[in-house]
């Protein structure tokens, strides 16, 4: 029920492959290098994702959970 979720899921199942071929193989996926700049916008990003989608007026009331169920 949180879109954000769904959305990071293909990196997740990537990150989640490349560990298990790190782990049967020796080495893994490709990995790309975030610099500290992307990462902390990738925090700023979930962080106000998280205070957006709790604000009681529409649009963002389509981002609360079960929302989308509603309609």
Do not use: D, K
Request: glycine letters at 8%; charged letters at 10%.
């Amino acid at each position: 029920m949180n879109p954000l979720t769904v959305m990071l899921l293909p990196f997740l199942i990537y990150g989640l492959i490349s560990e298990v071929l790190i782990r049967l193989r020796g080495r893994g996926l490709w990995q790309p290098t975030l610099s500290a700049r992307q990462i902390c916008a990738l925090y700023a990003a979930i962080i106000v994702f998280g205070v957006v989608r709790n604000l009681p007026m529409q649009p963002f009331a389509w981002l609360a959970p079960g929302a989308m169920l509603h309609l």
